[in-house]
């Protein structure tokens, strides 16, 4: 290597390495703060919730700029919009409750 510095020092005491200052944080649960604690939880009747799930798929362009001029015009979000869709054409084939 370098002739001036040495590889390494001869001796000397290492370095432990020190845990994280976060180590005993639940990453998951939020920190409580005055304001989260204060605050009432909203109640949701169990009738009015709606269980969503991941839905992707490959639309064409055509459909796509459909659901952009709804999401525009109609003031609805494009998952309402393919729901309301989707009703409207197999309401036949709805899961009855």
Excluded at 27 to 42: C, G, M, S
Excluded at 56 to 82: C, F, G, H, Q
Aim: proline share 12%; aromatic share 4%.
């Amino acid at each position: 290597m370098n002739q001036e510095l040495p590889e390494r020092p001869a001796s000397g005491r290492r370095r432990v390495p020190r845990p994280a200052p976060d180590v005993n944080v639940d990453p998951v649960e939020p920190a409580q703060t005055p304001e989260k604690q204060i605050a009432k939880p909203v109640a949701v009747s169990p009738e009015r919730k709606v269980v969503r799930v991941p839905f992707s798929n490959r639309l064409s362009e055509k459909t796509m700029d459909t659901l952009a001029r709804v999401k525009a015009e109609a003031k609805i979000p494009i998952y309402e919009a393919i729901e309301l869709a989707v009703a409207e054409k197999w309401a036949e084939f709805e899961r009855k409750k």
